[in-house]
Structure formats: structure tokens, C-alpha cells
């Protein structure tokens, strides 16, 4: 069955969804980062996860690979993205594909934090499980 979590409707500070959870996401250089988990396994949903990120101004994501693809388009403000040894910037709009495996980070550029939507594999958000048949499930 089908789930619903209605946004706040506003964008100017951000989106919001209130019956979603929202946590701290810290890791390699990141510092101040939120994350929620819009439709993952709680929903139903068995092959893929969409996250909404939000990093602080001048503030990064982690610096991290990951065996899984991404699938990234950008919610809100300005970012350099590092992806494998080399920076692009990108803006509201964009939409950015993460290789398995290759090295990434976002920094937020300008006055205001920087958004964006994550697509993932189920098995790519954490807790999540790997297709059957795959030699990475045990490594989960």
C-alpha cells in the first residue's frame, strides 16, 4: 500500500515533512547535517530509499563511497561537489550521479544550506537489505 508524508508546503526554509523523523548526520567532515528518511523500508518500499540532506552553510557532507549508486538532485542553495578528484559546482535544479564506489562530498556554498533529494537502493540506506544472491548482503 501507498504512504503519504505531507510537506510543510513552504520552501523558504526549507521542506519539512512532520511525521517524518529527522536525524543528526554526522560523519567524515561533516558537521550540523540532517537527514530524513522520506520513503524507505517503515514505508514498504524494497528497492530504493529517498533521503532529503540538509547541510549547514559553509558547512560539507561526509567525505565517503559507498558500494552503491546515487541518485542526487538539488532542493535548495548552492554546493561544490567533489566526485572522484574532481569539483563541480551545482545549484536548485541540478541532478548528480554518484558512481558505486567513488569518493564524494558536498559543500555548501553561499548564504543559505544546501538541500538536496538521495536516491538509493534499499540496501544502501543503513539497515537496509541486500538483494538476494548478492556476496555483499553479508557484509551489511
Known sequence: MGVIHRGNGTIANGPSWPDVPMRVYEGDGAHGATKRVLIGQRDGAENFAMRYFEVPAGQSSAHESHPHDH???????????????????????????????EMHRFDALGPEPLGFLCIVPAWGEKGGRFPLGDDRREQN
Do not use: F, N
Open 71 to 101: 541518485g542526487v538532485i538539488v532542493t535548495r542553495g548552492r554546493a561544490r561537489v567533489l566526485l572522484g578528484a574532481e569539483m563541480h559546482d551545482v545549484t536548485v535544479g541540478d541532478v548528480v550521479y554518484i558512481g558505486p564506489d
